[in-house]
């Protein structure tokens, strides 16, 4: 499943040249694992994973080291709800290769799906709206952005930006 999920990477890769942010949406994180599979490969990219708030198993499991029971409360983004299976290689793959998980709140969930909705004429799903909203909003590091099918990518940082977070030293972020 992630094999397959790392082939989003090499799309992106074939169409946008140089540095870039790729944000995707987490859930149980094989999409987020393959691509940043991917991205390892590629020391000018960087993965930011999006959880809901309402549902935070991975970063959870990332902040510890391994599966934790979280609680999962209803969310705008129920494409991405749920928790994690116990063995999941996922946990480990983030820990490595991600360079930040991040959360947005329902609100924020709100406002995406509305800003989507009015401003692109775009009817999408919560989990589809969850790596649009926060990322371009409060990071500050991407000054060109696309966004597309859940996910936004940032095609101008600073190189510094992206130096490689040794293993385990993943930026959790605890906004939410």
């Given at each position: 499943?992630?094999?397959?999920?790392?082939?989003?990477?090499?799309?992106?890769?074939?169409?946008?040249?140089?540095?870039?942010?790729?944000?995707?949406?987490?859930?149980?994180?094989?999409?987020?694992?393959?691509?940043?599979?991917?991205?390892?490969?590629?020391?000018?990219?960087?993965?930011?994973?999006?959880?809901?708030?309402?549902?935070?198993?991975?970063?959870?499991?990332?902040?510890?080291?391994?599966?934790?029971?979280?609680?999962?409360?209803?969310?705008?983004?129920?494409?991405?709800?749920?928790?994690l299976?116990?063995?999941?290689?996922?946990?480990?793959?983030?820990?490595?290769?991600?360079?930040?998980?991040?959360?947005v709140?329902?609100?924020?969930l709100?406002?995406?799906?509305?800003?989507?909705?009015?401003?692109?004429?775009?009817?999408?799903?919560?989990?589809?709206?969850?790596?649009?909203?926060?990322?371009?909003?409060?990071?500050?590091?991407?000054?060109?952005?696309r966004?597309?099918?859940?996910?936004?990518?940032?095609?101008?940082?600073?190189?510094?930006?992206v130096?490689?977070?040794?293993?385990?030293?993943?930026?959790?972020?605890?906004?939410?």
């Amino acid at each position: 499943m992630i094999a397959g999920q790392r082939t989003v990477g090499v799309e992106v890769g074939h169409c946008v040249r140089g540095p870039m942010t790729i944000v995707c949406p987490v859930g149980g994180g094989g999409l987020l694992s393959g691509i940043a599979l991917w991205a390892s490969e590629h020391p000018d990219v960087r993965v930011v994973g999006v959880e809901a708030a309402a549902s935070r198993a991975l970063s959870s499991a990332v902040r510890v080291g391994h599966v934790v029971e979280v609680p999962i409360s209803p969310t705008l983004a129920d494409g991405i709800a749920g928790g994690l299976e116990v063995d999941s290689v996922t946990v480990q793959i983030a820990r490595r290769h991600v360079y930040d998980l991040i959360a947005v709140s329902e609100g924020e969930l709100r406002h995406a799906i509305r800003e989507l909705t009015f401003e692109q004429g775009l009817v999408v799903e919560g989990a589809g709206a969850v790596a649009c909203r926060r990322p371009l909003r409060t990071r500050g590091r991407s000054s060109g952005s696309r966004a597309g099918r859940g996910s936004a990518i940032g095609t101008q940082h600073r190189r510094s930006d992206v130096a490689r977070r040794p293993p385990g030293a993943l930026g959790l972020s605890s906004q939410s």
